[in-house]
């Protein structure tokens, strides 16, 4: 890579970090959304990577989500909003499932991973932009098995989208009769599971992969991570007291219309 290519790539990483952290306190959605098209067009607009650059994308984002994650939390249980018990009980199998996420991840071809990540996000942007408010498929949300099942997909699907839960983790929780301000403060809590247990998957199982970024661990880009790690970890807790001066319907309106965005340019991407 050139300068010019370097500092093309410093000046995306910034805007994605500094947005992403404001979308992953306002939505509780660890800021993936942002990051892995963001960063997944920069590494194809520079030509530094190859058939892996979606994979190295979400791996990176999926290590920030560590550290943005746990400062959201914190900033959403200073306005009492999390549910504790959920976060508790669902935290472990969540974890389970990211594991079992990334080493699907990192046997799908990135058209495959493409899909995944588009369709998962337009069906959460359907059910939070079309259904009526209050609308739900169950009273409460699932014990035991049923519990371990749903926070399993929860905790797979959020690691191969490179997410922290919040969008899946949040959209069961309102679908199961939950206030969408306690599901995004609760889900905002999966991400550090999801983070850590699927960080370590894509680091494992992308070690010999080629067509990767430069100064790649697996697929993790050190440098994207660190600088989008910081950004974000900065500014999540503005965007979580954000999420607290809206009202229900506006905060439903704003996430749907913007997970659809976001799944259209990877999609695009896949065809």
Same mark, same amino acid.
């Given at each position: 890579?050139?300068?010019?290519?370097w500092v093309?790539?410093?000046?995306?990483?910034? &805007? $994605? /970090? =500094?947005? #992403?952290?404001?979308i992953?306190?306002l939505?509780?959605?660890g800021? #993936?959304?942002?990051?892995?098209? +963001?960063l997944f067009?920069?590494f194809?607009l520079l030509g530094v990577? &190859?058939q892996?650059?979606?994979h190295?994308a979400i791996?990176?984002s =999926?290590?920030?989500i560590? +550290?943005?994650s746990?400062r959201?939390?914190?900033a959403h *249980?200073?306005? %009492?909003a999390?549910?504790?018990t959920?976060?508790r009980?669902w935290?472990?199998?969540?974890?389970?499932?990211a594991?079992? !996420?990334? $080493?699907?991840a990192g046997m799908?071809?990135?058209? !495959?991973l &493409?899909?995944?990540y588009g369709g998962?996000?337009l @069906?959460?942007?359907?059910?939070? #932009?079309?259904t009526p408010e %209050?609308w739900r498929?169950?009273?409460?949300?699932?014990t !035991?098995w049923g519990? *371990?099942?749903?926070?399993?997909l929860?905790?797979?699907?959020?690691?191969?989208m490179g997410?922290?839960?919040?969008s899946?983790? /949040?959209?069961?929780?309102?679908?199961?009769g939950r206030?969408i301000?306690q599901?995004?403060?609760?889900?905002? /809590?999966f991400g550090f599971?999801i983070g850590l247990?699927?960080?370590?998957g894509?680091v @494992?199982? !992308?070690?010999?992969?080629?067509g *990767?970024?430069p100064?790649?661990l697996?697929?993790?880009?050190?440098?994207?991570?660190?600088?989008l790690g910081l950004l974000?970890t900065a @500014?999540?807790?503005l965007?979580?007291r954000?999420?607290?001066t809206?009202?229900?319907t506006?905060? *439903?309106?704003?996430?749907?219309?913007?997970?659809a965005v976001?799944a259209a +340019?990877v999609l695009?991407?896949?065809?």
């Amino acid at each position: 890579m050139s300068a010019v290519d370097w500092v093309t790539l410093a000046a995306a990483l910034v &805007g $994605a /970090g =500094l947005f #992403g952290g404001l979308i992953a306190g306002l939505f509780g959605v660890g800021g #993936g959304t942002v990051m892995v098209p +963001a960063l997944f067009y920069a590494f194809e607009l520079l030509g530094v990577g &190859g058939q892996s650059n979606l994979h190295v994308a979400i791996g990176s984002s =999926l290590l920030t989500i560590v +550290a943005t994650s746990w400062r959201s939390l914190s900033a959403h *249980r200073a306005h %009492g909003a999390v549910d504790e018990t959920v976060l508790r009980t669902w935290t472990p199998w969540v974890a389970g499932g990211a594991l079992v !996420g990334a $080493a699907i991840a990192g046997m799908v071809p990135m058209s !495959g991973l &493409g899909w995944i990540y588009g369709g998962c996000l337009l @069906v959460v942007a359907i059910q939070m #932009g079309l259904t009526p408010e %209050g609308w739900r498929l169950a009273g409460d949300l699932p014990t !035991g098995w049923g519990r *371990r099942g749903v926070a399993g997909l929860v905790g797979g699907l959020s690691a191969m989208m490179g997410i922290g839960g919040g969008s899946l983790g /949040g959209m069961t929780m309102t679908l199961c009769g939950r206030p969408i301000h306690q599901a995004v403060a609760t889900a905002s /809590g999966f991400g550090f599971a999801i983070g850590l247990a699927a960080t370590l998957g894509f680091v @494992v199982f !992308g070690w010999d992969a080629p067509g *990767r970024p430069p100064l790649s661990l697996g697929y993790v880009n050190v440098p994207a991570a660190i600088v989008l790690g910081l950004l974000t970890t900065a @500014v999540a807790p503005l965007g979580a007291r954000l999420a607290h001066t809206l009202d229900r319907t506006t905060l *439903r309106r704003a996430f749907a219309l913007y997970l659809a965005v976001a799944a259209a +340019a990877v999609l695009f991407k896949a065809i």
